[in-house]
Each structure stands twice: as structure tokens, then as C-alpha cells.
């Protein structure tokens, strides 16, 4: 049975030159995230270049970056300008029409999202007057599958954003920091029951803006070791598809946002969905008709 892994890590392009964001999944591709002659082809997959600026000016942001990628629609051309963090009224309708989760539901493909939640997240946001929520959370809302919460978590059954637990630790919460390694073992579990695997990682866009190059290594180390352990256990039938939605992290000349292409990441060890990938992906639009074509 085909499964796919969508890993969404927020903030990455691909680098003009050496810094820790070209260090990332080294170890799997033999490749760094360098620009250059892409699609870039290795023995388990594929890195293609993905532009992000969606033929509109400006700097790429987060709500119109993500809104695009998981709605096949071109969310800056549909609103004529780039959104930054929060998805407004358009994009929220947008997303509950038709997000990528609730059209591979609906095709009978079994979807989830790895993230754990708390009831905090949902209280505090709620409350407000406009969407507080970002589009991955309303992503997961509109294919009408349940959140994860702690209770997953104690059943080895969700991963915390951050990976290794240690800012919701620091927030207060009697949770355990744990290694990449074990959050990897988490995630697998979920793969064996789902087909779709859906999982944000933001912590590269936050410290990106802080330009905050060791805590951007660390992410490098965590995220590393965390797709090692996965691509090393998932079936052979699997994929893990990784995408981000602007540049930020690659560049620590600047705290802003990049208008660097991203990198869209093909873990497969089946070479002719290499080469639909590197055949099909040039922007983030492309990622949802991707991902349908992928479970046809």
C-alpha cells in the first residue's frame, strides 16, 4: 500500500552558500541545499527547486506560502499580495473548501496529522475575533480527522512541534525532553496506520528570524536525525515528500523572510516517482496536484 510522509519544515530555502540549512538530509541524499542545477537526483529521491514568490512582488510569506501549498490554488495571485502569518477570511474559506487532507479523505485515502495539540492552543485562539489559527491547523479541521493530544503522545502516538518536547517543557508542561530518535519511533507508529502523514516542524522560521545560527544547527542536528530514523523504518512502498513555504533560516544576513526558492525533497525508493516529482514540481502550486497524482 502506497503511504506518503509530508514533512512541512517552515522558513528553509535554498542557501547561496554554505550555512547549517545546506547541512540538512545530507546523510540521505549525499547533497547540500545549495542552489543550483536542480533537480538534483540521489539513489533514494530527488531535490527540486520550488519557487516561492508565486509570480507576485514582494517576499514570500507564511499564510499565502502555506494557503498554496495546501490547496493547489495561488493564494498571493488570489489575493493579489502576500499574507503574512495568519490566514485571513478568503484563505480560511479557501482551506475549508478544499485542503489537501480533505480531498485525499475524500477520495478514500486514510489522513492524519502527527503534531500534538493542547486544549490551551485551542482556548486561547478561539476566543479571538479573527482567525488565530494557522493554516496547518485548519488544514487538519477541514478533513474532519480528530487532533492529537497528550493522550496520543502517551500512547507513543504524536509528535510535539518542536521534535524533542523541550519548548512545551519550558512552557511548564510535565512532559519528558526526548531524542529525535524516539519522536522518529512516534511518527512510525501513526505510518503503520495511515496512509497520509502530515507533520509541521516551524522552529526553523522562528529562529531564523531571531538569526540565531546555533539554534538553527540544533534544528539542522534535530532534523537530521529525526528523517534518518524515519526513511531507515518506514515500508518500501512509503515516501516522504518535504517542503517548506519561504525561505528565512538559509540566510542569517537578514531576519526577514528570503525570496529564495525552497527546496522540495523527494525520499522514494522508487526512481519513476523521482522523476515524476523533478517533472512536476516547479512552485508551490504544484505540490497538491502532486500529492493527488501520488494516491491515483
Not at 522558513?11 to 533537480?39: D, M, R, W, Y
Not at 511548564?172 to 495511515?194: F, H, Q, R
Request: hydrophobic residues 40%; proline residues 3%; aromatic residues 12%.
Amino acid at each position: 500500500m502506497k503511504k506518503l510522509f509530508l514533512f512541512f519544515i517552515d522558513g528553509i530555502g535554498l542557501c547561496q552558500k554554505e550555512s547549517p540549512v545546506s547541512h540538512l538530509f545530507t546523510k540521505i541524499t549525499g547533497k547540500k541545499l545549495i542552489a543550483g542545477n536542480q533537480p538534483d537526483f540521489f539513489d533514494s529521491g530527488v531535490i527540486c527547486s520550488a519557487d516561492a514568490t508565486l509570480d507576485v512582488p514582494g517576499i514570500p510569506q507564511s499564510a499565502t506560502g502555506q494557503a498554496t501549498i495546501f490547496t493547489g490554488i495561488n493564494a498571493s495571485e488570489y489575493l493579489g499580495y502576500h499574507l503574512t502569518a495568519l490566514p485571513n477570511e478568503k484563505l480560511v474559506e479557501l482551506i475549508e473548501k478544499q485542503s489537501l487532507m480533505k480531498s485525499l479523505a475524500a477520495r478514500g485515502i486514510s489522513v492524519t496529522s502527527a503534531n500534538m495539540y493542547s486544549n490551551e492552543f485551542f482556548q486561547k485562539r478561539a476566543a479571538r475575533r479573527r482567525n488565530a489559527f494557522p493554516v496547518s491547523t485548519l488544514t487538519i479541521k477541514a478533513s474532519g480527522v480528530p487532533f492529537r493530544y497528550f493522550s496520543d503522545y502517551q500512547q507513543n502516538r504524536a509528535v510535539f512541534a518542536d521534535i524533542t518536547n523541550r519548548l512545551i517543557r519550558e512552557r511548564g508542561y510535565d512532559i519528558e525532553e526526548i531524542s529525535p530518535e524516539v519522536a522518529a519511533g512516534n511518527l512510525l507508529n501513526i505510518m503503520k496506520e495511515t496512509q497520509f502523514v502530515f507533520f509541521e516542524y516551524f522552529i526553523t522560521d522562528l529562529y531564523g528570524h531571531k538569526r540565531d545560527k546555533l539554534f538553527i544547527a540544533s534544528c539542522v542536528d534535530i532534523l537530521n536525525r529525526f528523517t534518518e530514523t524515519i526513511w531507515a523504518g518506514i515500508d518500501k512502498e512509503a515516501s516522504i515528500l518535504i517542503i517548506s513555504d519561504h525561505g528565512n533560516a538559509e540566510d542569517l544576513s537578514t531576519g526577514d523572510h528570503t525570496s529564495n526558492d525552497v527546496p522540495a525533497i523527494l525520499l522514494t525508493k522508487n526512481r519513476k516517482e523521482s522523476r515524476s516529482f523533478a517533472d512536476s514540481i516547479h512552485s508551490l502550486v504544484d505540490i497538491y496536484p502532486w500529492v493527488l497524482e501520488y494516491f491515483s
